[in-house]
C-alpha cells in the first residue's frame, strides 16, 4: 500500500476537523503496510518499540488467517522490530489470545520464542488487567492480557522513580535496627510491579473513539516512562488511532507509527492535534480503579 504520510502538513480527519500545521511536530506516521514503513527507517534508531498487534480471531481491522500464516507475519514484523532497536532500547509486545473453535491460544507464549531467536532478553511479562469484556458461557471470563518486555542487551534504559505508584502504607516506619523511626518505603512510592489494573477502553472511556480493541494511554505512557529518555524515539508498527504515539508526545518523545487503515490515521491525526490544542482528553495514569462499592 502507498504510504500517506501525516507529518508537517495539516489534513482533513474522518470528521472533517481540520489538522493545524504543526511546525516540525516530533511524529511521523502513515497509511501504509507496517513492513513498508518500518524498512524506510534507519536501522538501530528506535528506544521503544511498543505495540499491540492484532490477535487473528476476525475483528472488523483484520483478516483471519491459519495461526501458521499469522506466525509467520508477526515474525516478519518481529525481524524489521529488532533491526530497528536501538542496542540499549527496549521491544514490548502487548497481546492476548487467539481463540478458535473454543480453544484458547495464548499469543504470548507462541511469540516468545520468536523473539528468543533474535537473541533478546525478556525483562518482564506484564500481566495487564481490566474489569470489562466479553462474557463466556463455556470458560471463565478473559479479563487480562500481557505485555513481554524485550531488550536488546543488558544495558538498557529503566527509570523507575517516573513510575512510582502511591505506597499502600507511605508512612511506615522501621521499628528496630540503626533506621528505627525513619520511614521504610520510598518517599516517591513503590514499584509498580508486573500486574498493571488499567481500565480498557470501553463505550465509556474518556478515550473512546470507533476502533473496537483501543489502547488505553495510561498503559504506554508507564511504559514509555519507564524505558525511554526524553527526546528518545517511539515506534508502534500496528498504530491503530495512535495511542502509543499520544503517550509519547505527552512526555516530549518522538513518534513513529503507521496502520493500514485510512479511517484509523485520520483519527489519529485528529487526536494529536488536539493534544496539541490542549482539548485531548486521556485518563490519568495512575488514577485509582472505580470501586463501586467503596472497597
Known sequence: ??????????????????????KNPPYTIECSDNIDFMRSLKKESMNLIITSPPYNIG??????????????????????????????????????????????????????????????????????????????????????????????SDDYVFNLDPVRVPSKYPDKKHFKGPNRGELSGNP??????????????KANHVEKTDHPCQFPVALVERLVLALTNLGQSVLDPYLGVGSSAIAALKHGRMAFGCDITQQ????????????????????????PVYDPNGG
Not at 88 to 111: R, Y
Not at 188 to 201: A, C, F, Q, R, T
Request: charged share 25%; net charge positive; glycine share 8%.
Open 264 to 287: 484509523y490515521i485520520d483519527i489519529a491525526s485528529d487526536r494529536i492535534a488536539r493534544f496539541y490544542a490542549g482539548e485531548l482528553r486521556t485518563r490519568p495514569l495512575n488514577k
Open 188 to 201: 516517591l512510592g513503590k514499584n509498580p510491579s508486573d500486574v498493571w489494573d488499567i481500565p480498557n477502553v
Open 59 to 152: 475483528k472488523e481491522y483484520e483478516r483471519r488467517t491459519s495461526l501458521d500464516l499469522y506466525i509467520e507475519q508477526q515474525a516478519s514484523t518481529i525481524a524489521e522490530a529488532v533491526r530497528l532497536l536501538h542496542p540499549n532500547g527496549s521491544i514490548c509486545w502487548q497481546v492476548g489470545n487467539h481463540v478458535d473453535d473454543g480453544e484458547v491460544f495464548p499469543l504470548d507464549a507462541i511469540l516468545y520464542g520468536i523473539f528468543k531467536q533474535h537473541g533478546l532478553k525478556l525483562r518482564n511479562r506484564i500481566v495487564w488487567t481490566f474489569g470489562h469484556g466479553l462474557h463466556c458461557q463455556r470458560r471463565f471470563s478473559g479479563r487480562h492480557e500481557t505485555i513481554l518486555w524485550f531488550t536488546k
Open 1 to 22: 500500500m502507498i504510504g500517506v504520510k501525516c507529518e508537517h502538513f495539516g489534513m482533513k480527519s474522518s470528521a472533517k476537523n481540520v489538522i493545524p500545521f504543526i
